[in-house]
């Protein structure tokens, strides 16, 4: 039989075990986060109808779609989780209670050029608030201070919320004379970031924009200043354009909120150069980036759509949310080696009996278990330096040793992993209750630890 060469498509990620465990950890930190703040949690198909996931679609992504039929059907597989969305708050309409606020976190697929921290199987975990007819702008402000809280709860400080509003780059493309081709515009300016000041303006040129219309544009877009300052920049262009004058006012609404929600000012900024390149935000935008790495792009992204569901009800369900690309912050995160490695284990506890008969080692684990404790037996006939190193490969921070003294004594030698050589307490011959209270304190403190860890 020949043998088959195991290896993955390209763009497609697998993880080790205990890289597995982080990227799970980061994950159950990010639902405890959402939970925390009322969400819901819904699951959606990875396949759907391609007439659902082709309803609204720009720019390439299109073309990105994985799309084939299979009979009669003609099917896709999703390229995000907002579009499943909408299908679902459409079809699912009368069951919801409005403001509906849901997070999924799942698996999506585009058909794109694979490259380092990009991929063409990714997870995605988003948020969203919608509304039934109208949702206050204060939602706006609470979806970031959640963001903000999901980075900090993880370990990450060093990050900064850029936020504007599309209302108010639409007022001032409509003051500049710009609206016929305003969607246009913003898929440039949203590129700056990326190709610099002077390809932009070269871009631009190349739409017959006049060189004075740019400079002044771009001068205002780019100016640095406070958050306070540039809102009072735009203030002053007040009564020129209705559109700008209510994009001002959201955009201004959703920073005293934002103070409002704990989130501190060194991790939010108004940047008026944010556009999002996606058709449907229409109000506030956000972007999201790891200062230390600007280079890596947005970590969290998202904004204010007033039209979900447009293509699959007449309801009119405005909604804002933020998604962040977990597949690709967790392959940063793991390149740079920010990761905290001391919690990817999957065990509290290896038990390691010492005796023919296994039964004691059986019962003792299921106390251990009963007890909160994550517990493993290690069955193997191997030499006792094997089973040890099992441990220590594992990062397993506990070991219990159960030989013929332990079990006449009704006790059991505890060994502490992580302890250093000269610690008088590395092991102890204890009765099981005194080891479960020795554990589970040991384990508060290791279990504290966040699951990024940057040290300068």
Request: charged share 30%; glycine share 8%; with cysteine.
């Amino acid at each position: 039989m020949k043998i088959i060469t195991p290896k993955n498509l390209s763009g497609f990620m697998e993880l080790p075990p205990k890289e597995q465990v982080l990227f799970e950890k980061i994950r159950q930190k990010l639902e405890e986060t959402y939970r925390l703040f009322g969400f819901y949690p819904i699951d959606t198909p990875v396949l759907e109808r391609s007439e659902i996931l082709l309803a609204k679609t720009g720019g390439d992504t299109g073309k990105q779609i994985y799309r084939f039929s299979k009979g009669d059907t003609d099917m896709a597989m999703r390229f995000d989780l907002t579009v499943p969305l909408a299908k679902y708050v459409a079809k699912n309409y009368s069951e919801l209670t409005f403001p509906f606020k849901r997070y999924q976190i799942g698996k999506v697929y585009r058909g794109e050029r694979a490259q380092q921290g990009r991929f063409r199987e990714f997870y995605q975990a988003d948020i969203d608030i919608i509304g039934d007819g109208d949702l206050s702008v204060v939602n706006d402000a609470e979806v970031p201070s959640i963001m903000y809280q999901v980075f900090t709860g993880l370990g990450l400080q060093d990050f900064t919320i850029r936020l504007n509003n599309r209302k108010v780059l639409n007022g001032l493309f409509e003051m500049f004379g710009l609206s016929e081709s305003a969607t246009d515009v913003m898929r440039v300016i949203d590129k700056l970031d990326k190709i610099g000041e002077e390809s932009v303006k070269a871009e631009l040129e190349e739409m017959n924009i006049s060189a004075d219309v740019t400079d002044e544009l771009l001068g205002l877009l780019t100016f640095q200043g406070s958050n306070a300052e540039i809102i009072e920049k735009l203030k002053a262009f007040a009564g020129r354009s209705e559109m700008l004058d209510l994009g001002v006012q959201e955009l201004s609404e959703v920073v005293y909120y934002m103070d409002k929600f704990g989130v501190p000012q060194e991790n939010y900024r108004v940047d008026l150069t944010i556009a999002r390149g996606l058709d449907y935000y229409t109000g506030t935008v956000y972007e999201t980036t790891f200062n230390r790495h600007p280079e890596i792009g947005s970590i969290c992204s998202g904004g204010r759509y007033d039209n979900l569901a447009e293509f699959f009800t007449k309801k009119k369900l405005p909604g804002v949310g933020m998604s962040i690309g977990l597949t690709r912050l967790f392959y940063i995160l793991n390149e740079f080696d920010y990761l905290n490695r001391t919690l990817a284990t999957s065990a509290d506890v290896l038990v390691i009996p010492m005796t023919e008969d296994m039964a004691s080692a059986v019962e003792i684990s299921a106390k251990l278990r009963e007890k909160g404790i994550s517990t493993q037996i290690y069955f193997e006939k191997k030499k006792f330096k094997h089973k040890i190193a099992y441990a220590d490969k594992l990062s397993i921070p506990y070991a219990i040793f159960l030989g013929e003294d332990e079990l006449k004594e009704n006790k059991v030698t505890l060994k502490k992993m992580f302890a250093a050589e000269d610690d008088e307490n590395k092991q102890c011959t204890v009765s099981l209750e005194e080891a479960e209270a020795v554990i589970a304190d040991g384990l508060k403190a290791l279990h504290q630890g966040a699951c990024i860890r940057i040290t300068d």
